[in-house]
Every structure is written in C-alpha cells, then in structure tokens.
C-alpha cells in the first residue's frame, strides 16, 4: 500500500482537484486503510477548524479613520522627505565644504603670494622673490664711480695745461 | 463604476474612487490580516497601514494584474513584516496550551463543551503560528480565505508548482503539530 501517495490524493480530494477514478480508487483504499481513514478524518477536522466562519469585523469607521491617517500623513510628509533627505544632505554639505576647501589651498597658492605682498615695500618683494635689494643702487653707485674717475682724469689734463698742480700751492 | 476607473481616478488623486476600493476590499484585506495575527486590533492596524501603503504605490501600480491581486500582495507582504517583527514574541508554546488543555479536563462536562470548540480553534491556530512563515501565509490564503492555487500563484509571485508543493508540505507540518492533539482525543475527532 501506497500510504503517501493517498495523504496527498486525500488533500487534492479536499481542493476538488481529483479526477473521478482517482477518487473512486482513493475512496476504495481509504475503506480498506485503518491509517489513511484517520489521516483523511483528522485533515477534515483541520480543515474545518480552520474555515474563515465567525471573523470578527475590521472596528467601525473603517474608511473615516484611514482618511484622517491619510490627511496626518500629507501633512507630515515634508517633514519627512526633510527627514529622510535632509538628514542624509548635512554630511554631504560638510564633506563638499571640506573638499572646496582643500582645493582653494592646493591650488590656488600664487593668489595668497599676491595678496601677501600687497602690505609689503618694494625692497620686501625683493627679498621675498630671492633678490638683493640693493643691486640697482650698486649699479649706480658703480656708474657713478666711473663718472668720478673720468671728471678727475679731465680736471687733471686741466690743471696739467694751466702748468699749476693741484696738489702744490 | 468599474474597478479599473475607480483605480484609475484614485492614481489622480480622488479620494472619493479611493474609498469605494477601500470599502470594497477592506473585509478581505481585514481577514487576511486577521487570520495571520488572530488579534483583531492587530488586524485592523495592519489593514489600515496595507491601504496606506496602497494609496501610495498607487502611482506605481501597472494594471497587469488586478487591483486585489495587487492589494493583498501589499497586505500580506506587510503582515509578514509584522510576523517577522514579532517571531520571538509569539514562539509559541505547545506545553503551555497542552497544560491549558489538561487543565480544562477538572471542569465539569458542560463548561467543557462549551470550551472545546474555541479551545480546538486556539489550538490549531497556535500550532500554525508555530509554523515557518511562508507555510503561515500559504495556509492562512488557501486554508483560511479560500483562494484559489492561481490566485496564490498570483499573489505570492511563485509558480503554481511551488504553490502546490508548499501548501502540501505545510499542511503535513500543521497535521504533524496537532498529532499530540489528536492522540488525546483517542480518535474522537468531533471534539
């Protein structure tokens, strides 16, 4: 005797969903099967215990109560959006602050430079930018001295033409 | 007005098309609810949020199934968010009711009549919410509510194979919890 495949034949019985001689033959072995005719019994106790008969009703009210649920949920959900999105945008704000920063240091060194030497004095820049800061005045000086040598050399000739020496009196 | 126009203007927005779909569907999704929970406070909170959730998706729902296909889904997938929530504190206990049940054997014959159906009833709805979940569901929509294998089908997206098998292997778990149940009734089963 095949007892399992009955138990499931038994439970199709129950859907309807048993042909004819399937029937028949699952009827013949049932009358003759101790353990399938309590099998069979004891799924139609389960079966009618468990029919949806004496449901309570959902509570009075029922559309009222789900409109003013409704009309809360409109009200509160900006908030909500502002919960779920807003919260979520103040990290991000701070790593994109965070970031904007860093790049205006990194890359953006000469525009400070600029700024710095906007206080400074010109022999300040100088030094600042590795120069010395007295390289004209010694050109000059130089240019000067040369001017000198050549003054000296002309009054000399001078003198030397008047026959009178400057350095005898 | 036809279904597909009362969804059609809910989706617009009318709250007026949303009630007539509420007021239509609102015992099943109740019951659905129920059967799995058997707390009618319970129930009721979870048809409610199902319809809220409903209102909605309403924007995204594509009438490739129908509306109740669609809407049950939403309740049942809510319930089980529920069911999961809550496992732990509804494990059941199969002694305790037992005690319960030997209990009720000191009370005089009339009191026990008069108890053994809701006792019966209490029983075997515990053992189901004892069951895993999925076999909860399948149970609570074929057994409880009466749909049909292609509505299950329909409902719980699996195939129809699935289905068979899944209500097949849950009954036999639900009959295999209630065996001490039934040993105890010595073959009576009118109870």
Redesign the interface.
């Known amino acids: 005797m095949n007892c399992k495949k009955f138990e499931k034949w038994i439970l199709r019985a129950f859907d309807g969903r048993l042909k004819d001689n399937e029937k028949k033959e699952l009827e013949e072995h049932v009358h003759s099967c101790p353990l399938c005719s309590v099998t069979q019994e004891e799924y139609r106790v389960i079966f009618n215990t468990l029919k949806a008969k004496d449901f309570p009703e959902p509570k009075p009210y029922f559309w009222e109560r789900l409109q003013s649920k409704l009309e809360e949920r409109k009200k509160v959900e900006p908030w909500i959006l502002w919960k779920k999105w807003g919260m979520r945008a103040i990290p991000v704000s701070f790593l994109l602050i965070f970031f904007m920063s860093a790049a205006i240091l990194l890359f953006s060194p000469p525009q400070e430079e600029a700024e710095l030497t906007q206080d400074l004095s010109q022999s300040g820049i100088l030094l600042l930018q590795n120069q010395n800061p007295l390289h004209d005045t010694t050109a000059l000086l130089e240019t000067a001295g040369i001017e000198d040598k050549n003054m000296m050399l002309i009054f000399t000739v001078l003198e030397e033409n008047n026959g009178t020496r400057r350095d005898l009196k | 007005m036809e279904e597909k126009e009362l969804v059609r203007l809910s989706r617009e927005g009318s709250?007026e098309a949303f009630?007539e779909l509420?007021?239509k569907y609102?015992?099943k999704v109740?019951?659905l609810a129920?059967?799995l929970t058997r707390d009618?406070?319970v129930?009721?909170d979870l048809?409610?949020e199902a319809?809220?959730k409903a209102?909605?998706a309403l924007p995204r729902f594509q009438s490739r199934s129908g509306f109740g296909t669609w809407l049950y889904r939403i309740a049942i997938n809510h319930a089980r968010d529920y069911l999961r929530k809550k496992s732990r504190m509804i494990q059941i206990s199969i002694e305790k009711i037992k005690e319960s049940s030997i209990l009720q054997e000191d009370k005089t014959m009339k009191e026990e009549k008069e108890s053994a159906e809701a006792q019966?009833?209490q029983f075997?709805h515990q053992s189901?919410r004892s069951l895993p979940e999925k076999h909860q569901v399948i149970?609570s929509l074929?057994?409880?509510?009466?749909f049909s294998?292609e509505e299950i089908s329909r409902i719980l997206n699996i195939s129809p194979g699935t289905v068979d098998s899944r209500?097949?292997r849950a009954?036999?778990m639900?009959?295999k919890k209630?065996a001490p149940f039934?040993s105890r009734q010595g073959?009576e089963?009118?109870?």
């Open positions: 709250e009630a509420v007021k609102r015992i109740f019951n129920f059967s009618r406070d129930a009721d048809a409610q319809f809220i209102y909605y019966r009833k075997v189901i149970l074929r057994d409880i509510q009466g294998y209500i097949y009954r036999k639900l009959r209630l039934f073959g089963h009118e109870l």
